[in-house]
């Protein structure tokens, strides 16, 4: 395997599928397959996945709430979609550690690096919620803050894009896809692959980041693997 201990992390929006709005069900049973595919190949997997199908503490200030109520309000809808996958998950036959930035008893523990590692050896999924307990952090941020807390090979950011383009793909035919990138030259040319803070996070700890298309069945397998099927960011 290329990566032994991974951190993925998953958009809330990603869960939604093809609904509006929430959690579509066969979606989260994919991504359990995928996730139990990796793990019983040996690679010791966390997860950190945002809010966004539910709620996103920034649209709401937009809207005028107070942006530190609004964040909260995000990380609780963080914590409501990692509860959803760690059912599935457990459905699939896996075993799980919920631990989140916001200890909510008794649902999880506190996110602790030694709790978090411990688990993982024991063979169990690690689903990190509630952000990084703090506002004014996203998601993005807090799954970097995580991986390096847990010391993860990398971050494996799953999209419904195989990899980072020239240009979004969805609105430009002519984009094309870049296989490699330094952490530099993403910057430079100001290609939003996480947020500025996550990305600061990443490159000072030598984290790579990997983004793929995570809606395409047995693709997380491949990225632990070690095939080429996205875009590699690392320094």
Partial sequence: ??????????????LMGSQSYGIDPAMLEQYAR?????VNNKVEVAIVIGGGNIFRGLSGAAQGMDR?????????????????LQAELEKQGLRTELLSGLAIEPIC???????????????KVVIIGGGSGNPFFTTDTASALRAVEIKADAILKGTRVDGVYTADPEKDPSATKYTTLSFQEALSKKLKIMDLTAFALCE????PIYVFDMNKPGNLLRVVSGEAVGTEVNN
């Fill in 34 to 38: 995928d996730i139990r595919e990796a």
């Fill in 204 to 207: 000072e700890n030598k984290l």
């Fill in 68 to 84: 530190v109520q609004g964040d909260y309000m995000g990380m609780l809808a963080t914590l409501i979609n990692s509860m959803a």
């Fill in 1 to 14: 395997m290329k990566y032994n201990r991974v951190l993925l992390k998953l958009s809330g929006e990603s």
């Fill in 109 to 123: 523990k506190e996110m602790s690096r030694r709790r978090a590692i411990e688990a993982m050896q024991e063979g």
